[in-house]
């Protein structure tokens, strides 16, 4: 069994004071392939907006839909990608922003960044996409700062700054803290030791997959599997591997040329299997989610 490891993206040795984005002195648009790809993560903070397109965006292990423009805020240590749907791709711009750098000057305190409980993602649940009808302000900002970042001559940082410190506080009203136990891990150790089963899930979902095939991936016992997916993702291995299913299922079904069997197929089912699966993830039937969306 071959895993595709994770990835940085980039090495934040390359961001200075004088140059805390990237890519910086032009806009970076995206095109999300339609094959699944390997999550990945990096150390440093990610703004995106979708002008178009729907799709997935799985982030920390779990498969968010997107249908239209959105936002993106991906802080660093998460595991995240980007998938389309259809043949006609989604549309993203993304910028990377090195924190401790852009604020390393100007009239922003930078011990604030200490405080962000984004520092301590792992300890709330964050809303990582953000559709545009529910949030156009946070749409507007993340297109702001990347517009800016993008001017060909040299970037106002002050700007970025100033949005980019809205940006922040306005997303922290939005996190919830989460429950936990005493000694249960922490959200981010369970991410880590969990990184190869879930990416596996993710690049392969459409395929047969065994708990067997999960148990070698993580390198641990099924009861170990067992306990640390459902304490990180909420369902076991077999239920996970559903739940991402479903979620691209619920997705391939806006597009009306798509028959509902060929999207069984594509999601790893037979078409009763798959219609019996999607009843019980959604309460509706297939054809019905489709005439509901």
């Not at 249908?67 to 993304?94: D, M, P």
């Not at 190869?196 to 067997?212: G, K, M, Q």
Request: hydrophobic residues 30%; charged residues 25%; aromatic residues 12%.
């Amino acid at each position: 069994m071959q895993i595709q490891p994770k990835i940085a993206v980039f090495d934040t040795k390359d961001f200075t004071p004088e140059k805390p984005l990237s890519p910086q002195g032009s806009i970076f648009t995206y095109y999300p392939s339609t094959n699944p790809e390997a999550l990945h993560y990096h150390d440093f903070f990610e703004i995106g907006y979708c002008e178009k397109g729907v799709g997935i965006f799985n982030v920390s292990g779990e498969p968010i839909p997107f249908n239209g423009k959105c936002t993106s805020l991906v802080y660093g240590g998460q595991t995240h990608i980007a998938l389309s749907i259809n043949k006609e791709k989604s549309r993203w711009h993304f910028l990377y922003i090195d924190l401790n750098n852009l604020f390393a000057t100007g009239d922003i305190d930078p011990r604030f960044l200490s405080k962000l409980k984004s520092c301590r993602w792992d300890e709330y649940e964050i809303p990582n996409l953000l559709p545009y009808d529910d949030h156009p302000d946070m749409y507007e900002l993340c297109r702001q700062i990347i517009q800016v970042g993008g001017e060909r001559q040299k970037p106002s940082l002050d700007t970025i700054r100033g949005l980019t410190y809205a940006l922040l506080m306005r997303h922290e009203e939005m996190f919830v803290p989460k429950t936990k136990d005493k000694g249960q891990p922490s959200s981010l150790q369970l991410q880590r030791e969990l990184e190869d089963v879930i990416n596996y899930i993710t690049e392969r979902f459409a395929e047969h997959i065994t708990i067997e095939d999960l148990t070698r991936c993580a390198k641990m016992s099924k009861s170990n599997l067992q306990r640390k997916m459902i304490e990180f993702t909420g369902r076991a291995p077999m239920q996970y591997v559903q739940y991402v299913r479903m979620k691209h299922a619920s997705v391939m079904l806006l597009d009306k040329s798509n028959s509902i069997a060929s999207i069984a197929y594509d999601t790893g089912y037979t078409t009763s299997c798959f219609n019996r699966q999607f009843l019980k993830e959604f309460g509706m039937s297939p054809s019905k989610w489709r005439s509901c969306h």
